[in-house]
């Protein structure tokens, strides 16, 4: 059984942000929560400490993530680094292309997967949007046919229409934008790709990036990555000092989880 049902409204979209960046690379829940915060996907509906929190319990108890280790820099507390399993990417991933090709989930789930379009390959987002683009399309076909029918048979007057107007309006808006959206990936102007957001929140972390790619290369617009490289594991804390501890002695370490 799926651990995310996009057929239903309460579709857990703080379980999906996290699972997200987990699929970047491993964090703790407090990194997790600044790199959203960075990337202004904190938005409401509540990307809050505790929902991320509770998010994280139930992906570790679906098997989607694992603790992988416990680090401690100084006096602070013990924080967990999570690791996305290979049943907790390949659900992310397939719940991410159900969400940007179906127009009937609503503008919530839209926008959230949008917001996370570079975990696909360009290949990927060009083909999901694709058919996103043609599904809308034959909406807007038939809602225009309907609304001829309508106002042929029944003569209203256009006050009682304002509401199918709208919706109209709506999809041949959302049209227009995924269209565009689809020319800027193909022409290159957007750049989609996993590996480069993997990069990306490596060098957000201050950390080395986890591939044979040095952070350097992120002077160019794109560069190639090998399909075979993978995140590995070398990790710096990207927490700033505390004044209120900054002359204790420092105590630090980590413990690898089995």
């Known amino acids: 059984m799926a651990f995310f049902s996009i057929a239903s409204d309460r579709l857990d979209l703080a379980a999906l942000a996290v699972l997200g960046i987990l699929c970047e690379a491993d964090h703790h829940p407090y990194e997790i929560a600044r790199l959203l915060r960075d990337r202004h996907q904190d938005e409401p509906p509540g990307h809050t400490s505790r929902s991320l929190y509770h998010a994280v319990e139930k992906l570790v108890a679906g098997g989607l993530i694992a603790a992988v280790e416990t680090i401690r820099d100084g006096r602070r507390p013990e924080r967990t680094v999570y690791q996305v399993t290979e049943d907790g990417r390949e659900e992310f991933h397939h719940t991410l292309f159900d969400i940007l090709v179906n127009p009937g989930l609503g503008s919530r789930l839209f926008m959230s997967g949008v917001s996370r379009l570079g975990h696909l390959s360009e290949e990927e987002a060009v083909l999901a949007l694709g058919m996103r683009l043609a599904a809308l399309e034959g909406a807007i076909a038939q809602a225009k046919a309907s609304s001829r029918?309508?106002?042929?048979?029944?003569?209203?007057?256009?006050?009682?229409?304002?509401?199918?107007?709208?919706?109209?309006?709506?999809?041949?808006?959302?049209?227009?934008?995924?269209?565009?959206?689809?020319?800027?990936?193909?022409?290159?102007?957007?750049?989609?790709?996993?590996?480069?957001?993997?990069?990306?929140?490596?060098?957000?972390?201050?950390?080395?990036?986890?591939t044979s790619t040095p952070l350097a290369l992120l002077q160019h617009d794109r560069i190639d990555i090998p399909e075979t490289v993978r995140p590995g594991t070398a990790r710096t804390s990207s927490v700033e000092p505390d004044p209120k501890t900054e002359d204790a002695p420092e105590r630090s370490g980590r413990r690898r989880h089995p």
């Open 149 to 210: 029918v309508l106002m042929e048979r029944t003569r209203l007057p256009r006050l009682f229409l304002l509401e199918g107007e709208y919706r109209l309006a709506q999809m041949e808006a959302e049209a227009s934008w995924v269209g565009s959206a689809i020319e800027s990936i193909r022409s290159g102007e957007l750049d989609v790709s996993p590996e480069w957001l993997g990069l990306m929140a490596a060098e957000s972390d201050g950390i080395e990036a986890r």
